[in-house]
């Protein structure tokens, strides 16, 4: 049982960016927790692993960071590139090292929405980890495990993958798996949960949906992010 490594949204990308640039789960929901979460980045090396269309290293290179950017996707890449053009962006497999990263040679490390295409993610946040600075931070976020289990039922608590076509036609493999877990290979790959929140919707976009700003606000079915740092032990 894997997700294997497939470039999924490379057949989608241009569609993708339509979507997140302005997309209420994106725009209002995911992108404002994680960069709440990683907090006052100007002057720091930001990774952003899975970096997608870019939209996330656009704000980090406004706050002033410094943003090192890889996705699996060749086309997610260049949309970055031409996105943020002060950033530095490549194609990688997130299943392979960093093998030009050095140890302890970024401040932050992004991963957004991505975990659940990785099959062996100890090994990529231990990898993640390695290339972190000691006072450093990770933040990720994932779709929320309990909203997870509302669509596709079953055991809850059994790692599984799923498949399914997104509204708009996507096709995407990806990994249910319950909360426990997600915290358990980040302690295995030597990080501390310092913050989990499940974020509700930005107030200005109560205007744009009422009805799923007034569900999302009350129902955990969207994502959930986490701060963790190196375990210092």
């Known amino acids: 049982m894997e997700v294997g490594r497939e470039a999924q949204y490379d057949v989608f990308a241009e569609q993708f960016l339509d979507h997140a640039r302005d997309g209420f789960y994106n725009a209002h ?18 990774l952003d692993a899975a970096c997608g269309p870019g939209l996330y290293a656009e704000e980090l ?14 086309r997610m890449v260049e949309l970055s590139r031409r996105r943020v053009p002060g950033g530095e962006f490549r194609v990688h497999d997130l299943a392979e090292p960093l093998v030009w990263l050095p140890d302890a040679s970024v401040d932050r490390v992004l991963f957004a929405l991505a975990v659940e295409y990785v099959d062996d993610r100890v090994a990529l946040l231990r990898e993640l980890r390695r290339v972190l600075r000691p006072d450093g931070a990770l933040v990720l976020s994932r779709q929320h495990p309990f909203g997870n289990w509302l669509r596709h039922g079953g055991n809850y608590f059994e790692p599984r993958v799923v498949e399914e076509v997104w509204s708009r036609g996507w096709r995407v493999r990806y990994w249910l798996s319950p909360l426990e877990r997600t915290c358990e290979e980040l302690r295995a790959a030597g990080f501390l949960v310092e913050r989990l929140v499940e974020p509700r919707p930005s107030p200005e976009a109560a205007t744009l949906d009422p009805e799923r700003f007034e569900r999302l606000s009350r129902e955990p079915t969207g994502f959930l992010a986490v701060r963790a740092v190196p375990d210092p032990r």
């Open 29 to 46: 929901l995911d992108r404002p927790a994680c960069l709440d979460l990683l907090g006052d980045v100007a002057g720091l090396r930001v």
């Open 61 to 74: 290179v406004t706050r002033g960071a410094a943003v090192v950017g890889v996705d699996i996707s060749p």
